[in-house]
C-alpha cells in the first residue's frame, strides 16, 4: 500500500519550469499555512518552500525546528518556514491560467492536506486556519470537477473528498501519478475481488439447489421402488433412477454425460419420477 508521504515526496520533487507556476505554488503553501508561517512535518515540503522562494528571490530563512511550548508537545517534531506574505499580492485564482491553477493546488496540499490509501477507500483532506479559505477551495476544486465537503473540527475548517474519481482527479491535476496508480490498483483489485464474490456466491446457491433437487429425486426413487412401481416404468426413466442413485452428488450436465443424453432429456426423466411419487402419494 503507497504511503501518504510517498505521495507528498512524490509532489514535493516537482520544480515548476515557469516563474509564474513557482508563485503559484509559492501562494498555495501560504494558503495552506498559519498567516505566513509554514509548519509542516515533511522535510521535503519545507525544502520546496525554501526553494520556490529563493528561485523567486523571495527572501527566506532556512527551516528550522519549531521550539515546544511545553514538555511533550508534538511541535517539536516540525519544521517551521517564514515566508514573505507579499507573493501573494495581486494574485488570485480567476486570473490564473490552468498551469498556474494546478500549481496552486500542489502548494496547499503539500502545506495543509493529507492523503490516505486504506481498505475501506482513499481519503484526502485540507486542514485550514479560516472559512473563507475552505470555502474558497471547495468551489476551486468544483470548477475543475473535484466535488468536496467542508466539515470544521476542533476549531479548523477541513475540506474532504472521499469519491474515487475526485480523488483521483485531484492527484491527476497536481502531479501526483504514483498515487493515481495506486488509486487504479485499488480499484481493479477492488472490482477483481468484488466479481469473485459474485460468482462464488452464484456457485453456492447452484450447488445448494442442485443439492435440494438431488433429495428430491432421491426420495421419488425410494417411494417408487418401495412400491414396486420403479420396476414396471420405462427403460429410460429406470435408467436414470439408477445413475441418479449411483451419482448422488452430481449435476444435471455430469448426468447427461453418463447417460450419453442431453441435459435437458435428463431434467425431463428426474421431473417425471418425481412428479409419479407425488401422484401415488396422493
Known amino acids: 500500500m503507497l504511503l501518504a508521504g510517498e505521495v507528498k515526496g512524490e509532489l514535493a520533487r516537482i520544480h515548476p519550469a515557469r516563474a509564474c507556476c513557482r508563485r503559484a ?10 498567516g505566513n508561517v509554514l509548519r509542516t512535518l515533511d522535510h521535503a515540503t519545507a525544502r520546496t518552500a525554501v526553494h520556490l522562494a529563493s528561485a523567486l528571490g523571495v527572501a527566506v530563512e532556512p527551516p528550522r525546528p519549531a521550539t515546544p511550548e511545553r514538555r511533550g508537545d508534538r511541535s517539536r517534531h516540525h519544521l517551521i518556514v517564514e515566508l514573505d506574505p507579499s507573493v501573494s ?16 493546488l500542489r502548494g496547499i496540499l503539500l502545506a495543509s492536506g493529507s492523503i490516505s490509501f486504506t481498505s475501506s477507500g482513499p481519503h484526502v483532506e485540507f486542514v485550514l486556519r479560516d472559512r473563507t479559505t475552505a470555502d474558497g ?8 470537477g473535484c ?38 490498483t485499488h480499484r481493479v483489485g477492488r472490482d477483481v475481488r468484488s466479481r469473485l464474490n459474485r460468482l462464488l456466491n452464484a456457485e453456492q446457491a447452484n450447488l445448494a439447489r442442485t443439492v435440494e433437487a ?6 421419488a426413487i425410494a417411494s417408487l ?34 447417460l450419453g443424453v442431453s441435459r435437458s432429456a435428463v431434467n425431463h426423466r428426474l421431473r417425471r419420477l418425481v412428479e409419479l411419487a407425488n401422484d401415488q402419494e396422493d
Open 25 to 34: 505554488e509559492l501562494v498555495g503553501l501560504l494558503a495552506g499555512s498559519e
Open 89 to 104: 499580492d495581486g494574485w488570485t485564482w480567476e486570473s490564473a491560467a490552468a498551469c498556474d491553477r494546478r500549481s496552486f
Open 137 to 144: 477551495l471547495r468551489t476551486h476544486l468544483a470548477g475543475l
Open 147 to 184: 466535488r468536496a465537503l467542508v466539515a470544521e473540527r476542533r476549531g479548523r475548517h477541513v475540506v474532504y473528498l472521499k469519491g474515487q474519481e475526485e480523488i483521483g482527479a485531484l492527484l491527476r491535476l497536481v502531479g501526483a501519478n504514483r498515487g493515481v496508480l495506486e488509486l487504479e
Open 214 to 219: 438431488a433429495g428430491r429425486q432421491l426420495a
Open 225 to 258: 421402488e418401495r412400491r414396486g412401481r420403479l420396476a414396471r416404468l420405462a427403460e429410460p426413466l429406470r435408467e436414470t433412477a439408477a445413475f441418479r442413485r449411483r451419482m448422488p452428488d452430481a449435476d444435471l450436465d455430469t448426468l447427461a454425460t453418463a
